[in-house]
């Protein structure tokens, strides 16, 4: 099959660190090449590939909300990509950008596929800008081909095209279960009030754990982490390291702990990090909302609660969680192989849509 | 011949106040029209015209530079419209939108043309927004055919490949020149540095002449009028109306004062109050600056000068101005009819060019 996959160009791929779009593009693009696929890989010039690679710029441009908000780029990096699309023939495009390309691709002719990075409920609280207008977007295509990547991120929108739900995946080649653990609970992730961080701080606090916070910190929640987070940390003593972008060091980061908490605000859409933990051999104390419920086997890979007091309780039982099945359960139902195959035949199902519909 | 007309959103078709994009589509359409060209004009679902009209957004979205910062607004507009022109043939297309149509019509298959409206010159001050990525988006699609709207447009990028200067135009019709005046001065437009109402207040102070001052606030120029304007205009007891919406009452405005002043700070690419109130009847006393030497004949309809200083002493001489000369002047130079007449001319000259490429 002959595949244009597209990437945003905020984040080369594979991401170094924080980024959960391009670690899915990263994953299924060598796949589908070793597979024996043509695989056009649209991203920016730093990434690495086996992939066919273009792109408008040269490097990524960093996870800036404040870029993002700026036309212009989207319109360059999708217009070099769209002439690429209409001097070679592909079979399909898989969109990773977002909402600004549907635009653009509702204009040709080759068959796509969308895949839902992002939230988009009704009552999101502190968006990332312009939800109105994304919402817009997808209810305006409606009729487009969707990938959901939890069933949960369908809530409020249930009448989009859905192909399929498709689990983000992990390659289970990149992880080993820690059994010996160290005491201290790990959060990790991009600092904002919706992955409530401030939540993990007090609930360690109350439970008498040390946390270490493997923090990614956007220009645009500096403000954020600056008033909020700052001092809460320094209250507690909590250790806050900086970015993790070696796989190894993030293996023992996870792995040593007793607990990953994921004690969110939003309705996450699938949350990579709970995975990864897993993998590690570490279970997961959760909040439930968004995707957790269909992550985590409760009581077999980690505990979902749903208040701050029952997260503190649940850490008094995190022994009784067996290490190797959570590094079990999440390498068989959460891999990239079995991703792969999933987007390989929602692609399948696409072109065929396309082809009767042409006739 | 069959012509889509591309109109931006902000102001209905044909503008009641201010909007000199909109001035120039509304009467080049009305006239192709009665030429009896097949004509679509997409703009705002309040616009009256004759041609076909069809349109995004039931309603003009107004003139606002932070909803111009929207992406999504223009996404939808576009959207649309090219939906329209990949399900109906056109000879030509006319972009009126700006640059960001510009990534559009780049990946179809239609003959277009698009006028230039704005400035865009390398040390532009104060731009609306976004004029570095302007500039790159001018560069990127230099190959693209321009009409400039004064030959002084040109000047930092002369490498374009402009097709014709077309200048905008009036109705004869609409203006009759005035020739009793009375004891004032006129300043009309968008209160804005660039325009230099400051310095039409200290000129009029200054000659001992009253001056009125017809504006258009735009909610983005809010504070600098509030902070720089306002104060100067309660000093000098300068008169301020509100934006003049009726054809007759801008004749009479114009037309009964002595001059207007037009002491721009900027390279004004075009300026049609210039033409407008020589029709009037009225001589323009201006700075030597962007297409100020092209429209205004020195001391036959006006004056041209560099300093504040010196516009004050050309208002001794104004008499020495013919309103009826300022007024044949404008007419024949520069009559909507013309510039249809040489649109047409640009229209045929892109699609033989296209035509030939395609061979």
Known sequence: MKIAILSPPWIAIPPKGY?????????LTENLVQMGHQVML????????????????????????????????????????FKIIRQEKFDIIHNHVGYVAYYFLDLQNIPFIHTLHGAFYKNLKAPSGFIKEKIDTLLRFKHHPYISISNNQRMDFPQLNYIKTIYNGINPDDFKPIIKKK??????????????????????AKAGIPLKIAAFIDKGDLEYFNNKIKPLIKETK?????????????????GEAIATLFPIRWHEPFGIVMIESMACGTPVVAFNKGSVPEVIEDKKTGFIVEKEDQMVAALKDISKIDPLYCYQYATTNFSTQKMTKDYLEAYQIVINKFKNNEK
């Open 42 to 81: 649209f991203a920016t010039g730093d990434s690495r590939t086996k992939a066919n690679l273009r792109y408008e710029f040269e490097k990524a441009l960093g996870n800036n909300l404040f870029l993002k908000n700026n036309i212009y780029i989207y319109l360059k990096h999708l217009h070099k990509f």
């Open 238 to 254: 909590t250790e806050l390291i900086g970015e993790i972008k070696d796989k190894k060091v993030k293996n023992q980061f996870l």
């Open 183 to 204: 005491n201290y609970l790990a959060w990790i992730g991009r600092i904002t009030y919706n992955k409530g961080v401030d939540i993990a701080i007090k609930v360690a």
């Open 19 to 27: 980024g959960g779009i391009e670690k899915v593009v990263a994953d």
